[in-house]
């Protein structure tokens, strides 16, 4: 069965400095697509990045990107130059090829002033 | 426009009743999802269609019920309430067979309340 890890329930950094959430996935399947959500207070779930697993160039979306290690199953989240704004649950997530999502259990992520 | 809506955002129940959410995306996508995040945020998919086809269905008491009239909407129905389903339940949609976009857009959530 397919998993998804997050090894960091909760994460402090400031304001500015940059910030890397690990993910970690267990799967037998080559064709799978991996997300990092964001789960603001008002409690909205957010796509923030999306990677193939057939590309190995690693996706960026401006402040964020990812380091997407197939061998490995690792697909961590980078987040730079942090905003108060993004201050969230983080949650990566893996899309099997029949369409189910399954979710890690999520980091909580303050930045601080 | 919104892209999927639920309603209601917010519902305060008793154990024992019978209550419904509805969802609804004008998005154009085949399949839909319900799923529940309990009070730790834990995210775990409940149930999808697929253009009116129940696709995914797990380990869910038999007291919810997920109704798709047509592949813009996905209600779910839930009898005999108990505290244990007090939750926030979201709603999504994405396109399906590994088509463009990939990711599921999600509704605003539902935050149920069991009394």
């Known amino acids: 069965a397919q998993t998804v890890t997050q090894s960091q329930p909760e994460m402090s950094v400031q304001e500015a400095e940059t910030v890397t959430l690990s993910c970690t996935y267990d799967?037998?399947?080559?064709?799978?697509?991996l997300f990092w959500y964001k789960q603001p207070p008002s409690r909205q779930m957010i796509l923030v990045i999306r990677?193939?697993?057939?590309?190995?160039q690693n996706a960026t979306e401006n402040r964020f990107s990812v380091n997407f290690q197939k061998a490995a199953k690792s697909f961590s989240l980078k987040i730079s130059d942090s905003q108060l704004g993004d201050t969230a649950m983080y949650f990566c997530?893996?899309?099997?090829?029949?369409?189910?999502?399954?979710f890690g259990k999520g980091t909580r992520l303050h930045i601080l002033p | 426009d919104t892209a999927v809506s639920q309603t209601p955002k917010y519902l305060v129940t008793q154990m024992g009743n019978d209550k419904s959410i509805k969802c609804e995306q004008n998005?154009?996508?085949?399949?839909m999802y319900w799923y529940k995040q309990d009070s730790k945020k834990f995210l775990k998919i409940m149930f999808s269609?697929?253009?009116?086809?129940?696709?995914i269905n797990e380990t869910v008491p038999n007291r919810f019920s997920p109704k798709s009239p047509d592949k813009a909407h996905l209600n779910l129905h839930i009898n005999s309430l108990e505290l244990g389903d007090s939750a926030v339940y979201f709603c999504?949609?994405?396109?399906?067979?590994?088509?463009?976009?990939?990711?599921?857009?999600f509704g605003p959530g539902t935050r149920l309340t069991v009394t």
């Open positions: 799967t037998s399947e080559n064709n799978y697509y």
């Open positions: 999504a949609s994405s396109p399906a067979g590994g088509r463009q976009p990939y990711e599921q857009y």
């Open positions: 990677q193939e697993a057939y590309k190995q």
């Open positions: 997530a893996f899309r099997r090829v029949d369409d189910k999502i399954i």
């Open positions: 998005l154009g996508h085949d399949t």
């Open positions: 269609y697929n253009n009116k086809e129940l696709i």
